[in-house]
Every structure is written in structure tokens, then in C-alpha cells.
């Protein structure tokens, strides 16, 4: 398999097309990023990209509702829409050969979407379905409101919005959401696959090429609130979320974190998954991972674990995390450098994973990383690295947030230097 | 645009059996950059006694622990070490041991995935791991539907083993024991009993040189297992209620018999299930889902050995339950009338054979592939013969199945705050 390139293409309307060509595989993928994510709802209009979205989905170009979706499972489009903080995403993995058709269908459903208005309250309904459906997924209950304690509004803002909004969004707010946030500029295309990468950049500017808008505003934001929380359930588990500040993807340091939490948290051998789990029997779920905006970062912990046991369990999660500011080991760092390195040769065989990562990093660093480049960071990682990132950057600002029958105490969460979280009972 | 080259010319598909019974199975390609292998353990919930419930499962996690050469930590760090993505699931017919390695990683993935195989079983590690399998039964106790799946099939199986749960209850594995763990590990990892899946990058000879030095010592014993169709009758109007207070939504399980494993119809129930029921561009998708009555319903057929049913699943608000059982019916009733359109066949066809094709292309998804045909109905599948099988399906075949299998009578089972009747 020989190495592939990413080809970019930046058109004069502000859009970039990103082409991995691998011509290895039968398939070819397509993300599309456009900066309309729930971070652009209206500060009263919560859940506002979320319906846009729907909507979005319900006819295009001369294709009614059921005419679209026909035509895309004729194409065999596997295929998926989701509103993220940033962005709303569309993406579809298909044999090769049927790229050019789900680019014009896509083209259609981007630039000329029917938004029609009487299905707006079937749209309402679905978004409000997806939102009660949240209330019951405990474990995502608890991530969203890790979020809201770490990162400022409106980056820490979920999709889905809110019962009362739903209910009050009109179809000439969608009209106007998607007036004011479709746009070329800053609209990310990506292609991964058997294609080849001059003739798709002609297919797609001859499809998006015209495409006209405005250019993205700037985002006011507002501190989070900060503290710990617990949000009381009746439940057989309690949930626990820890969040500390790191650095973002677009940080030259990201690769140091990014080895610390993988020595943490990725495979059987990682500290959590032996400490938590494999000695103390304390959890099903534990794990930590980076998250990453443009310009913040973080790191999320999570565990589930049942009431009697939860207070054992943060107090093991909380050693762990500040003790990895003492620094790792040069046989745990080779374990996950060997771990990544054969998930970056395997994504190369799926056009889907290559092309939202390469999207993905566009939107971050405004570049493509290659997995060459990628082997190469990693092979330039050295424990030395890590423990001096270590300890320059330990684990500390911890905010607690617990969901279940009863709070718990987090005075363990206090460490140097940690003035801004509450601390004691919750 | 260039797609001569992703050919399959070079896939081959191979097979060995040890004089032990152990049978090893491979589709190898050469131009792999990866190789995925996994033992197939013909065992699950359905293998064990109601005093045995969730044993499977929790043997599955036992595995892991350590074996006379190896230390938990061992195995752990090692399985780390190659890099290797693996992982195991137990189900009601099968426990499966899966990793994916990079091709020079495979004879050192075999050696830990062998050795796993015959397990030490420990004292210490089942009392710590029993926690562990407490704390999965919990959380799967606050996730919807708050055990209505383990329901549906009890009810709906009655007292046939398929009917039997994967996980166990808290009471059933709290009183597991380990000398019960080890007698059923005994009978049911014989060697015969036990397959090996491997696809991608394989070095064919060097591996069965391997698994005849590691595994020709595995003890072969009669193990048998009754796959004799169960008989029942759904009653339609007999809803088990599960009341859970604290959900918001409501979720509704409906089961009806289907094709079996190896039943001639199971490619003709799958299409009609995606017609009536995937989860896009259905015919429940667009009644219940493109309106906002549901937040989802769908309907999936799921094959054993010997049986099969058709599984219904449906969440709406608790308000909206009835009329929403009672508009499932009627598309149940309209669906049997009246058949499904070439239009919808079509579509179905196109759906399933481009999913059937994207999945083949990563030697992990046809490890599974390969593993599940040869252990469920003994051969060899290839992409091609794949969806050859599914675009040989007609109209006729598809009224067939809804003359044999009737999605209604079936059995139900809601979970949340409402109560729902017939």
C-alpha cells in the first residue's frame, strides 16, 4: 500500500476541498463541515441548528422528502447528519464510482435545501424525541454538563436545546439560521477514497464553485460557571465525570498531553483500566481523553460505577490523575506509541475514518496532517517529553460533576494550585 | 476515475482442522495491511442452566485473567505491546476473542489469544471480576429499556434456552461459584467446539505449524447442544408492563418468529425487515419517525441455530404509547396484505449491498464475516457471493417469508412510566 498524499484545494468563495486519494479501496467517503453548529443558535433559540438540520434533510433541489432519501439509498449512501458545537456534518461512504452523483445531491441539499414549511412540526417533533431520548442516556447527561463546567459559553453548549425553544422555533427562523450560517466561507469538503483527486476538485467546483454567502461572524462567549455539581437520579450507578484543563489540538504541546492521557487511558494495560478495573473491580467504564476546541483544551474523565462504591471509585480516579503529574514510564509510553501506530496504519483502510480526520484537522490547525506526519510525531514523543510537559502541566483545576443518588465528598480534588473549584461535600 | 485496482483477485479463502477437531478457517489477502483473528467459542447463554445464568459471559471476561504461563497484567500489557484493537463479546449462541494486529504481529497474537483460551481461573481474580460483571449488570439497568430486551426474549422463548439472558442477573452471579465455572469451562471449550477466524495479511503455513504446537493438546469432548426450534405462541394481547418511574421516554420490544440461521428465507427476512423496518427510509421511518411520533422504531431479524425472530423496537414519549402500538399494528397488518413494491425492493437491495461491500473492505469486519458463517452454517461466504445472495431476492420470496413468519401474533414487553394494553 503505498503512502497516500492530501491534496487541498481552496476555492475563491472561501470553501476548501480536501482529496486523500487511495486508490487501494472500492469505496470513497465525504464529510461536509459547514460553521453551523449549535454554537451560532440564538442566545433565546436553543436547539435552532438542531431543526435547521432536520429541515435540511427534507428535500432538495427538484427532490421532495421521500424522492431524497430514495435517491441516496439507490446510491448506497451510508450516510449520517449530526450538529456539533462548530459544526452541522454530513457525511456518506459509498462504492467509488457513485461519488460525482452524491455530490450533485449533495450540492442541491447544501445550496438549494426546500426547508419546506409544512413539515416543520414533524421536524420539531423528531428534535424533541431526540431530546427527551437525552434525558434517559445518563452517561451523556453527565459528558454535557462536564462541558458546561469547563469550557466558556457557547462552546460548551449542546444541540439539542431546550422543550419551551423547540416548541417556539418557526420555520422562518430555519429560513433565517440557514440564511445567515450556510455559507461557503469556512466550509470544509473533504474526499477520501478511490478517486482521483484532479477530476472530483473539477466535479466540485463546478457543483460548489457558484456557491455564494455570507462570511462567519466572530463568537461573543461567557466564563463557565465553574465548581463542582451533582445532579441528583435515582439509579443503580453513580455516574462520575472529572474535567482539568489542557491544551488544545493546534498547541505544539498537544502530542505531550496526548501521551500522558494515552498511558492513562488507552488499552487493557493503561492505569485506569488496571487501577479502577482489573485490581479493585470497582467499574465496567473508566477512561480519560482529550478533548479539544480551535484554541481550548481539556481532558474528560469519566467512570460508572453503583452508589455504594462511587466514593472509592473518585477518590482512586482522583490519585491517578494527579499522581500521572509524577510522570510515566518508558514501557507504558512504548505500548501506546505501538498501540496508535497500528491504528494509523488501519485507518488506511477506510475511506470514512480518513476523511473526517482530515477534515477534522483542517478545522483545527487550518492544515492536513498525513499519517506519515502523524508517525513521525509520535515517533519524535520521548518519556523525557512527556514528564517535562508533566511536570510543567500537572493535572490540577479539577471540577467533579456526579450524577446518581448522593453527592460525594471531593475535597481529594483539591490539589496545588487548584483555588478556582469548590471544594468539600457536594 | 481509477477503481480497476481495488480488485479481489488475490483473496483466498483456506481451511485446516486439527486432529483435535479444532478448525481453522481464513480468507487471506495478501495486499492486507492488517490481519484480524479470532477464536469463535460456540458457547453462550443458551448453553447454560438457569443455576449457571451469565456464566458465559462472565467466562468470557475470566479469559483475560491470566493463564498458567501468563498474569492478568500479562495478558494485558501484551495485547498492548503489539498494538493490537481486541476485544471480546458474548452473545446467546457464541463467545468470540477478537484482536486486529498489523501482519507481523500475527503468530504473537495467536500465541496470547491460544493461550487465553485455556484460561487458570483463579480465586482471587473471579472474586474481583464477579464486581466487575456486578457493575455491568448495573449499568445496563439505568440504560434504556432497563432490561425489557432480557424480557422480551424470556417471555417470548418461554422456556427454551434462547430465551435465556447474556448477562445474568445480580442474584444469578452472586451465587456463581468457581469450581461451577470451571466444570462448564471444561465441557464447553473442547476443541471441537472452538473455531478459528483469521482474514487480511496471513501467513497460512506459519500459522497452522503454531496452532498444531499450541492447541493439538486442547481436549476434545462430546459437548452437544439441542438447536430443535422452540414452540410458543405470542399473544398479542398479553403486554408484560415493566414499570420504571424515573424514564422519560417510554420503550417497547415486539417479538415474532423468523428465519433461522440457516433457513433458506433468512436473505428474504432481512430485506423485508429493511423495507418495514431500518432505521432510514422505511416504512416505519417514514410513519413514525419522519413525524416525531417515535424517537426511533425499528425492526431487525436476528437468526440463531434453529430459530430466529424479528425484533421490534420502539421509544416514543409515555403519552404516545398506545396510539403508537396500535399504528405498528396496522402498518404489521398492511405489510401482510398487501407485500412490499419492486420500488422498496429495489432500494432495499441497492441499501444492503453497498453496506455489504463498504464493511468488506476492513479484514476486521471479515474476520467477523467469516467466524459467524463457518461456526453458524458451515461455509464460506464470499463480498460477491454476498450480495449475489441479496439481489436474487424477489418479491415473491419476500411474501413467502410473511406467509411463514407473520410479524403478528407477538410478543411484547413496554418499559417505562405508562402502562400499555392491547
Redesign the interface.
Known amino acids: ?1 503505498p503512502a497516500s498524499s492530501i491534496d487541498t484545494y481552496q476555492f475563491d468563495n472561501g470553501l476548501t476541498l480536501l482529496v486523500e486519494q487511495m ?5 470513497a467517503a465525504v464529510t461536509f463541515l459547514v460553521p453551523a453548529g449549535c454554537q451560532r443558535d440564538p442566545a433565546t433559540q436553543p436547539g435552532l441548528a438542531k431543526l435547521t438540520a432536520e429541515m435540511l434533510q427534507r428535500g432538495c433541489g427538484d427532490l421532495q ?2 424522492e431524497l ?2 435517491a ?8 449520517s447528519t449530526a450538529v456539533t458545537n462548530y459544526h452541522i456534518r454530513l457525511s456518506a ?5 457513485r ?1 460525482p452523483a452524491a455530490l450533485t445531491i449533495y450540492a442541491n441539499l447544501l445550496q438549494r435545501p426546500l426547508l419546506p414549511a409544512t413539515q416543520i ?10 431530546l ?2 437525552m ?4 452517561s451523556q447527561k453527565l459528558m454535557e454538563e462536564l462541558r458546561i463546567r469547563q469550557y466558556p459559553d457557547p462552546y460548551s453548549r449542546s444541540a439539542h436545546g431546550t422543550l419551551e425553544t423547540l416548541q417556539e422555533i418557526s420555520i422562518d427562523d430555519v429560513q433565517q439560521f440557514y440564511t445567515q450560517n450556510f455559507t461557503p466561507h469556512e466550509t470544509i469538503i473533504s474526499i477520501a477514497g ?3 483527486s484532479k ?2 476538485s473539477q466535479t466540485v467546483n463546478e457543483l460548489f464553485g457558484n456557491w455564494t454567502g455570507h462570511e462567519t461572524t466572530p463568537i461573543n462567549t461567557t466564563p463557565p460557571p465553574g465548581g463542582h455539581h451533582h445532579m441528583e ?5 453513580t455516574q462520575i465525570g472529572i474535567v482539568f484543563p489542557s491544551v488544545p489540538y493546534s498547541h505544539p504541546d498537544y502530542f505531550q498531553s496526548r501521551g500522558a492521557i494515552g498511558v492513562l487511558s ?5 492505569r485506569l ?2 487501577e479502577v ?9 473508566v477512561f480519560a481523553m482529550c478533548h479539544t476546541l480551535r484554541e481550548q483544551g481539556c481532558v474528560l474523565t469519566y467512570a ?3 452508589t455504594d462504591r462511587a466514593q472509592e471509585t473518585l477518590d482512586v480516579l482522583l490519585s491517578e490523575l494527579i499522581r500521572l503529574g509524577d510522570g510515566i514510564l518508558p514501557a507504558e509510553l ?3 506509541k ?6 494509523l ?2 485507518q ?4 470514512n475514518s480518513r476523511a473526517s480526520s482530515i477534515a477534522a484537522d483542517w478545522h483545527l490547525l487550518g492544515k492536513v496532517r498525513t499519517t506519515d506526519e502523524l508517525s513521525r510525531i509520535l515517533d519524535g514523543l520521548s518519556c523525557d517529553s512527556i514528564n517535562h510537559y508533566l511536570a510543567n502541566n500537572r493535572p490540577t483545576n479539577f471540577r467533579v460533576v456526579t450524577l446518581g443518588q448522593n453527592s460525594l465528598d471531593t475535597s481529594g480534588a483539591i490539589t496545588t494550585g487548584n483555588t478556582s473549584a469548590n471544594s468539600g461535600v457536594l | ?3 480497476q ?2 480488485v479481489q483477485s488475490n483473496i483466498e479463502f483456506k481451511h485446516h482442522t486439527l486432529s483435535n477437531g479444532l478448525e481453522f478457517v481464513a480468507e487471506c489477502n495478501p ?4 490481519t484480524g483473528l479470532a477464536f469463535f467459542v460456540r458457547t453462550g447463554a443458551r448453553d447454560e442452566s438457569a443455576e449457571l445464568s451469565g456464566v458465559s459471559h462472565f467466562l468470557e471476561h475470566m479469559c ?1 485473567k491470566g493463564t498458567p504461563t501468563r498474569s ?2 500479562d ?3 501484551e ?8 476485544n471480546a463479546f458474548t452473545s446467546q449462541e457464541q463467545t468470540v476473542y477478537f484482536c ?3 501482519p507481523e ?1 500475527q503468530l504473537a497474537a495467536l500465541n496470547l489469544l491460544s493461550d487465553i483460551m485455556r484460561p487458570t481461573l483463579r480465586q482471587s481474580d473471579f472474586d ?9 449488570i ?2 445496563y ?4 429499556p432497563y432490561g425489557g430486551h432480557d424480557a422480551a426474549l424470556l417471555k417470548h422463548f418461554n422456556s427454551h434456552p434462547l430465551g435465556n439472558s447474556v448477562l445474568g442477573t445480580t442474584e444469578s452471579v452472586s451465587a456463581l461459584t468457581q469450581p461451577q465455572m470451571l466444570e462448564y469451562f471444561h465441557r464447553q471449550y473442547s476443541a471441537n467446539n472452538l473455531i478459528l477466524a483469521m482474514a487480511g495479511n496471513i501467513d497460512f503455513d506459519r500459522i497452522i505449524e503454531q496452532l498444531e504446537a499450541e492447541c493439538s493438546d486442547w481436549i476434545n469432548h462430546d459437548v452437544r447442544r439441542d438447536t430443535n426450534r422452540y414452540s410458543t405462541t405470542p399473544n398479542t394481547a398479553d403486554i408484560t408492563n415493566i414499570q420504571k ?5 417510554q420503550y417497547i420490544i415486539q417479538i415474532a418468529d423468523g428465519p433461522s440461521a440457516t433457513d433458506m428465507d433468512r436473505s428474504a427476512g432481512q430485506l423485508m425487515s429493511t423495507i418495514f423496518g431500518d432505521d ?2 422505511s416504512r416505519l421511518f ?1 410513519d413514525l ?8 422504531a425499528v425492526l431487525e431479524s436476528q437468526e440463531y441455530q434453529g430459530s430466529g425472530i424479528f425484533m421490534g423496537y420502539l ?3 409515555p403519552e404516545n404509547q398506545q396510539s403508537l402500538l396500535q399504528r405498528y399494528c396496522q402498518l404489521t397488518a398492511d405489510l401482510h396484505e398487501n407485500g412490499v413494491t419492486q ?1 422498496e425492493l ?3 437491495q ?2 444492503v ?3 455489504i ?2 464493511r468488506g ?4 469486519n471479515r474476520m467477523f464475516n467469516i467466524g459467524s458463517n463457518w461456526i453458524q452454517r458451515g461455509i464460506y461466504e464470499t463480498t460477491r457471493a454476498a450480495t449475489d445472495r441479496i439481489e436474487a431476492v424477489t418479491r415473491h420470496d419476500i411474501q413467502k417469508v410473511l406467509d411463514k413468519y407473520p410479524l403478528s401474533p407477538a410478543t411484547t414487553v413496554a418499559t417505562g412510566p405508562k402502562t400499555a394494553q392491547h
Open positions: 500500500m486508490p487501494w479501496l472500492e469505496s422528502s421521500r432519501e430514495q441516496m439509498d439507490q446510491l448506497g449512501l451510508a450516510r461512504a459509498m462504492p467509488a464510482t461519488l412540526d414533524d421536524g420539531r417533533m423528531v428534535c424533541i424525541q431526540e427527551l431520548a434525558q434517559d442516556d445518563l478511490n478517486v482521483d477530476q472530483i437520579q435515582e439509579s443503580s450507578q488507552d488499552g487493557m494495560s493503561s483500566f488496571s478495573r482489573e485490581k479493585r473491580g470497582l467499574c465496567y467504564t460508572g460505577t453503583t512504548d505500548r501506546l505501538a498501540k496508535i501506530k497500528s491504528g496504519i488501519m488506511q483502510e477506510s475511506s | 476515475m481509477n477503481n485496482s481495488a495486499d492486507a495491511v492488517s483475560f492478568a497484567e495478558v494485558n500489557r495485547l498492548d505491546e503489539m498494538g493490537s484493537q481486541s486486529s494486529v498489523l504481529h474481583t471480576e464477579k464486581q466487575v460483571i456486578l457493575e455491568e448495573a449499568k439497568d439505568d440504560q434504556p418511574d424515573s424514564a422519560h421516554q432510514n427510509n417514514w419517525i419522519d413525524t416525531g411520533k417515535a424517537e426511533y421509544c416514543c414519549p420500488q429495489d432500494t432495499a441497492a441499501k449491498c453497498s453496506h461491500v463498504l473492505e476492513r479484514p476486521a
